[in-house]
């Protein structure tokens, strides 16, 4: 059972990223997915979360507008995009996948928003 997160990186205010997480021994297709990220010193927060069948979002209302969740149950993929990215999203961002039988975490990627 095993998440693999990627796409993160530095990038200058404004500017955009896309995050991808790739699941594998598990459910995909069954699984809420969700983005979650931990700033510097922070507690780590939920970003956006995605049904199972991709027909339901949600979004935290610091990125409501800039980012959006996706994925593809062919690809055992979630996706974030990240548009206009702010300073204050900077942190190691981690995908989450929950069914009844599962509740995994990826191990994280850094993305830095400076200029």
């Known amino acids: 059972v095993q998440l693999v997160e990627s796409g993160g990186g530095l990038v200058q205010p404004g500017g955009s990223l896309r995050l991808s997480c790739a699941g594998s021994g598990f459910a995909f297709s069954s699984a809420t997915m969700t983005w979650n990220r931990q700033a510097p010193g922070k507690e780590r927060e939920l970003v956006a979360r995605?049904?199972?069948?991709?027909?339901?979002?949600y979004y935290a209302d610091s990125v409501k507008g800039r980012f959006t969740i996706s994925r593809s149950n062919a690809r055992n993929t979630l996706y974030l995009q990240m548009d206009n990215l702010e300073p204050e999203d900077t942190g190691v961002y981690y995908c989450?996948?929950?069914?009844?039988?599962?509740?995994?975490w990826g191990k994280g990627t850094l993305v830095t928003v400076s200029s």
């Open positions: 989450n996948a929950l069914t009844y039988l599962t509740n995994v």
């Open positions: 995605i049904s199972a069948p991709g027909d339901s979002t």
